[in-house]
């Protein structure tokens, strides 16, 4: 994905690679959650999980205007 290119979150590929990302940032900071039901890829999570990852690009968006 090209870091200066819109984010479009309708868009499945693009949701799925934004969303690994900040998954997977979050997983790194999160010691207590590794070996369980959160460590999963990003599309293999319940939609409510999957819906907090997201949840903090749409804030991004709205902070840095993207």
């Known amino acids: 994905m090209d870091k200066d290119?819109?984010?479009d979150l309708e868009n499945p590929e693009q949701r799925s690679s934004v969303g690994s990302i900040i998954h997977d940032a979050w997983m790194s900071?999160?010691?207590w959650a590794k070996g369980g039901e959160l460590d999963v890829p990003f599309d293999q999570l319940p939609p409510a999980e999957?819906?907090?990852d997201i949840d903090q690009v749409v804030i991004a968006q709205?902070?840095?205007g993207s």
């Open 62 to 64: 709205q902070v840095f």
């Open 5 to 7: 290119a819109q984010i």
């Open 29 to 31: 900071r999160n010691d």
């Open 50 to 52: 999957q819906a907090k």
